[in-house]
């Protein structure tokens, strides 16, 4: 009688496990399908998934949530579908990218704002310890800019790792072309501290002279 017990409790565990597996596989298939929707922009798939129950917030092997795949991609429609359904702009990948922080470092000012009006914040920063609006000043990227800039509460005058806020990388990695230009007269008319200098002491319209960047000097002036 002892040894019928123990086999049936052995089957019992057995069955267990067995029901047990596929749950988990299917579980890292649904992680894999996710992103691999994501990767071919299957709207129409994602919105099946998403429907079902799948994760918005999922992420893939280098911590990249969906949105931030899709924002990576410049996949506009995708990261929109995203961020309806509740995915966060927020979330940072391990080497600290966010979705709005990279939105706004390539210039993506359709998503910047799809971002900005789903709770994006302003103090979660990249691996230079910068905001969304330096690099988009470095690149030159106008639009993007003139949005952050006229956000309220947005830290125009952040200060990055290596010293230096939005103006100062306007000016400093900028050309001195007409959209830095611009750049320098937005940041200006949105409250940038033209005074705060680098970690050298050397303020923006010192290195806009060095650079002679004469347009941008006068606007500093």
Known sequence: MKTILLLLLAGMFASCNANDQPVTNEMNMRQDNLIELVT?????????????????????NR?????????????????????????????QDDIHDSPFLYAGATGQTELVKIFLARGARFDIFNRYNGTALIPACERGH????????GTKGFPVNHVNRLGWTALMEAIVLGNGSKKYQEIVQILKDGGADVGIPDHDGVTPLQHARNRGFAEIVKILE
């Not at 969906?66 to 966060?88: C, F, P, R, S, V």
């Open 142 to 149: 106008v639009e993007t800019v003139k949005v952050l800039v």
């Open 63 to 91: 911590g990249r949530t969906l949105l931030l795949l899709a924002t990576i991609d410049k996949q506009t429609a995708m990261a929109t579908l995203l961020a309806e359904n509740g995915a966060d702009a927020n979330l």
């Open 40 to 60: 071919k922009n299957d709207l129409e798939g994602m919105k099946k998934a998403l429907a079902a129950g799948a994760n918005v917030n999922t992420r893939d």
